[in-house]
């Protein structure tokens, strides 16, 4: 069954470092997002990409983060300038359409120290 | 600000018996609602859904409940097994605005089946 891989599965980071987590999607899939969950807390949506522009953000989804399709398989989230309270796992997920399931990938657990 | 909340962190049922895990929502603009299954070191995946449309909604073992006018929701399944141990994560849309883009979360239900 085709899958949504991402990379690294850990990543430790100083605090203001940049940090990029990199995702491939689903290949036929035309929707993209990044959710994160930070320990002990609920999944929390971050962004979608569709058509290679962001459709919609959360209020998380502030300056420091941008997201990225820089070819034709990977989405990448890069986070500018890292603070403690980013350290959370990332999700990426994709779907077929705006109403069909997400899929989700296994996430990269982001540290800041 | 809990717009979909689950009050049960965890559950333990022995196997073979029912497993009921309950959701609460509060944006009346909910129209479409998910539970997603997740193990260790996984993603969360799909599992069953429901539309606002329909109070009931049926896939093999797992069946979902929606009560409206209650704000409530509830995954039964029936019967448990080992397998089905991991944490299950209510979640809500208004599909009408954003599809599937922008679901809200629950905060999880651990549970457990005992052999």
């Known amino acids: 069954e085709p899958e949504v891989t991402q990379t690294p599965s850990h990543q430790v980071t100083q605090m203001g470092q940049e940090v990029i987590l990199r995702c491939v999607p689903i290949?036929?899939?035309?929707?993209f997002y990044w959710y994160r969950q930070i320990l002990g807390q609920k999944v929390e949506f971050l962004v979608s990409?569709?058509?290679?522009?962001?459709?919609?953000k959360s209020e998380i989804f502030d300056d420091q983060f941008s997201v990225e399709r820089p070819d034709g398989s990977n989405f990448t989230l890069k986070i500018r300038s890292t603070k403690l309270e980013d350290s959370a796992m990332y999700f990426c997920?994709?779907?077929?359409?705006?109403?069909?399931?997400?899929?989700f990938g296994s996430g990269t657990q982001l540290s800041v120290l | 600000d809990q717009q979909v909340k689950q009050n049960s962190p965890s559950l333990s049922v022995q196997e073979g018996r029912i497993s009921i895990l309950n959701c609460d929502y509060t944006?009346?603009?909910?129209?479409?609602f998910l539970w997603y299954k997740k193990y260790p070191a996984e993603g969360p995946t799909f599992l069953i859904s429901?539309?606002?449309?329909?109070d009931k909604n049926e896939d093999g073992r797992f069946t979902v409940f929606l009560n409206k006018s209650a704000k409530h929701l509830s995954l039964h399944i029936v019967p448990s097994q080992p397998g089905d141990s991991a944490v299950y994560f209510c979640?809500?849309?208004?599909?009408?605005?954003?599809?599937?883009?922008?679901?809200?979360f629950g905060t999880g239900t651990r549970l457990t089946i005992i052999p």
């Open positions: 997920a994709s779907s077929l359409d705006l109403n069909e399931k997400l899929f």
């Open positions: 290949s036929n899939h035309l929707y």
């Open positions: 990409f569709y058509n290679n522009e962001i459709s919609e």
């Open positions: 429901i539309s606002s449309i329909k």
């Open positions: 944006n009346s603009m909910f129209d479409y």
């Open positions: 979640a809500a849309t208004s599909r009408f605005n954003f599809g599937n883009e922008k679901l809200t």
